[in-house]
């Protein structure tokens, strides 16, 4: 199967081995028979695959991270409960020795929280930069202690898209990953993996899930990053827990797993110590919206063109930030890295004050009013009042989160009602 419609319906699952059931069943099961003392020993030890403990492993969330891991073009990848569980093993997984991470101000506002805040209490540090494209600025940021830059593809709100090919070889020439939040354009409209990318990571709840209906994340290793360079002892120092001190068998990750020691360590060290499992249910939902994601998103593309277009003409809309449109700045890279279009959300400003801002999030009619992107229906939120509201002021307005910002994430509805739905809930903000 090499088709990336045919991968998304069919990828990583042999109905022969579940009762030739032609949908991936839900194992509503938290523990599974190893049958013998010899297979019970190959599961504790990772010598052997199988499930034991759906803590774990379990056979329908193996579906999920197999077909995940094949759209993305990885070698593996590991289910967790959300996505900002998924950026926080990544990330601590790669640093969790101590040293630091360079990152782009404009993240989503839990990652900014997680980075500036909450990982330097495990000796995990960020070095922020101003604009992530600025490779200068970025290769200036690089020391010694750094383990990983981190970027999202397409930037929450502001739609920026990143360079990931010059960042990766930025990343490379220093012998650090790169790791990317692709949540926004989903694996069918953009591969990181194949310009570079290292690691992705993405909230499963948005454009995957595509239905508002189910909380997830994952973490999709490529297999192409040396772990054993010197920077990373994490992978290369003897970890009981890969090993079997009665035999006096000792390994490092490295020597267990090879090229997938990152997803290995993450579901071993993270998941199964941490515990934030993915829900055998939430993944099967997740599947089911795998089923139709190229259609969902061809169609809620469209949509957004049509939304910024329009919002573009409206005399109390001050900016639209889209980088899918044709004046946009980052034309060229979106022609190279998004020829299907660049995503389903976009934001824009408005002339009035927090008071307009209100009545027009309390004045929709077909948008929801929801901190969520990625869904079958349209959704508004303002985003220096809830999705960003933990990021430090100055770097809020440094990405143009201000007040007077809204976020849309566009839906399947008709394009011609959420228009109209914006025009009278706008038209109405301003009324006298």
Known sequence: MTGFNTQRIHAGYDPRQHANAANVPIYASAAFDMVTERQADGLASGEIDGFSYSRCGNPTIDVLEKRLAQLEGGIGAVAVATGMAAVSFALLAAAEMGGNIIAPTNLYGASVDALESFFPHFGVHSNFVKNINDLTEVEDAINDETKAIFAESVANPSTEVTDIEALAQVAHRHGIPLIVDNTFPT????????????????STTKGISGHGDALGGVVIDSGNFDWTNGKFPQFTEKDIVVSDERK??????????????????????????FGAVQS???????LL???????????????????????????????????????????????????????TVLS??????????????EGVKVFTYIPNVGDVRSMIVNPARVT?????????EANGVSDNLLRLSIGLEDAEDLIADLDQAIAGAFEE
């Open 280 to 286: 055998p249910f939430n993944a099967y939902l997740q």
């Open 348 to 361: 824009f400003l408005l002339d009035g004050d927090e008071s307009n801002i209100r009545k027009v999030v």
């Open 248 to 273: 006096g068998v000792w390994r490092s990750f490295s020597e267990a797993y090879g090229r997938e020691a990152f997803v290995r360590r993450v579901r071993i060290k993270y998941v199964r110590t």
């Open 289 to 343: 919206g795998l089923d139709t994601l190229s259609e969902r998103e061809d169609k809620a593309v469209s949509n957004a063109v049509k939304v910024a277009h329009h919002l573009e003409s409206l005399p109390h809309v001050k900016q639209v930030y889209y980088s899918g449109l044709p004046d946009s700045d980052q034309h060229e890279l979106v022609a190279k890295y998004f020829p299907k279009g660049v995503g």
């Open 388 to 396: 960003h509201r933990e990021v430090p002021a100055a770097y809020r």
């Open 187 to 202: 694996p069918y409209l953009f591969r990181p993996i194949e310009h570079g990318a290292d690691i992705v990571v993405h």
